[in-house]
């Protein structure tokens, strides 16, 4: 049942059909919500007689449940939110794994369903023989164990790790159909727990020369890149949690560097050296991959930071609408370079704009989660989000990023995202 509101608590401002804000927070407003396509109701009324039927004891009240279990696994009956893989036909240890945005809330994403990118597999370290090294341009070289570390004060932070290469198919000429997490899902957030870097770089003693850290992992494809020393020694950490708890392999077991706002592949996994140079070493990730030619002539290169981004996950494509009715629309946005200062909604396609809800805690370098009100009158609609962080940055429209940055990159890809919804409800990815 949909409750009935006031026409002057409507107050369309965009789209003819968003709704101010503070209707979240009237008491008894019953919001439809697009859920997986197949469903038939969002609510309906019943008969007294058969709510009275449904409220009967089922079997599992009938029964004592099951017994107690070591770790603890989601039900079975949410089998179906999992990672979606992406992996090389011929070498199936390189690949990327996706994080279902769209089938997940809040702002933390559950450790077993972080996104994976990985050059060559996933390392059985054993802690116990592992070992990070601090050496170069220091005073002193350190050689840390993973007991030595776990000694040391920690940290811990809310930050969001996004790929650079996440979002890549917006640069395709065709809007590709797929769903949200499926190729928006290479950013995930957790809780990370470490030892400020700071405090190991002091230790060992900088020399003035350094201004570059070489970071390796201990994986087979030997992942290394250089990073700003400054940027190690404002925020970095040594992560040994993630969640809670140690962090799991395929995030970087026993040890990963997590650099607040930087694109996922500096935040090197399975951590093992820190070179202290005065220049960058120019590997792999850093010149044919990670630098993009532009429509100058010039190429981009060590752009590190993650710029403001929004999406919306409901409604998204493969989800339906449930016909004409109020709906909340619901995303996540996120800025490399700080708090997230406001999200805007539009269902029009961009011609007018109205301000959604942001969900508390509001961090910086965190996923935020924003909500808004839709009162959608069955008509064909197009949905949007655009964010603006706290220096303030505004998420670009498709076009203006294309256009500013042309076709050769693949990179860094954050334009506006827009669903579209036809009178049948069905929801796909436009170009608008």
């Known amino acids: 049942m949909t409750a009935k509101l006031d026409p002057e608590d409507l ?14 927070l009237k008491s008894g407003l ?23 039927e449904d409220l009967a004891s089922p079997s599992w009240m009938r029964t004592p449940g099951q017994p107690f279990t070591t770790y603890g696994k989601p039900s079975k009956y949410e089998a179906r939110v999992i990672r979606s893989i992406g992996a090389n036909r011929d070498l199936p240890s390189n690949g990327v794994s996706w994080t279902p945005l769209e089938s997940l809330e809040g702002i933390i994403t559950p450790s077993g369903l972080h996104f994976e990118r990985h050059h060559n597999g996933v390392p059985e370290i054993d802690p116990a ?19 030595s570390l776990l000694r040391y004060p920690m940290q ?10 996440n979002s890549n198919a917006g640069w395709h000429e065709e809007p590709i159909q797929r769903p949200l997490g499926s190729f928006h899902g290479l950013v995930s957030c957790s809780e990370w727990t470490g030892v400020p870097l700071a405090v190991l770089l002091d230790q060992a003693g900088i020399d003035p020369k350094a201004t570059w850290v070489i970071a390796e992992g201990a994986d087979a494809a030997v992942m290394n890149v250089s990073l700003p020393l400054a940027k190690l020694m404002d925020d970095a950490i040594v992560a040994l949690y993630q969640n809670g708890e140690r962090i799991r392999p395929e995030n970087g077991y026993p040890l990963r560097l997590v650099i607040p706002g930087f694109e996922g592949v500096t935040n090197v996994k399975w951590l093992r050296r820190l070179q202290l140079t ?9 010149t044919s991959k990670y630098t993009e030619l532009l429509p100058s002539g010039k190429a981009r290169q060590f752009t590190f930071t993650i710029e403001a981004k929004s999406l919306i996950t409901s409604p998204s494509a493969f989800q339906k609408m449930f016909g004409a009715n109020i709906y909340e629309i619901r995303g ?10 406001k999200v805007e909604v539009s269902a029009d396609g961009g011609k007018s704009w109205a301000e959604a809800a942001l969900q508390e805690p509001v961090l910086s370098r965190c ?16 949905l ?39 009178e049948d409800g069905v929801i796909s990815h436009v170009y608008a």
């Open 384 to 422: 949007k989000s655009r964010a603006t962080d706290e220096t303030g940055y505004v998420q670009p429209e498709r076009d203006v990023l294309v256009k500013e940055r042309g076709r050769n990159g693949y990179f860094h890809y954050n334009g506006i995202l827009a669903w579209g919804i036809d």
């Open 367 to 382: 996923f935020t989660r924003f909500r808004m009100p839709w009162s959608w009158d069955g008509s064909p609609a197009i």
């Open 129 to 147: 023989q592992h070992r990070l090294v601090i050496h170069g341009l220091v005073k002193q070289p350190l050689m840390f164990t993973v007991d």
């Open 278 to 286: 005065s220049e960058p070493v120019m590997a792999r990730n850093e």
């Open 11 to 24: 107050q369309p401002v965009a789209g003819g059909g968003l709704l101010h804000r503070r209707l979240l």
């Open 156 to 165: 811990s932070h809310l930050i969001f790790i996004e790929c650079g290469g």
């Open 30 to 52: 019953v919001l439809a919500t697009a859920a997986a396509a197949g469903s038939t109701h969002a609510a309906s009324d019943a008969p007294a007689q058969k709510i009275t």
């Open 332 to 341: 996540l946005a996120w800025s490399g370079r700080g708090k997230v200062a």
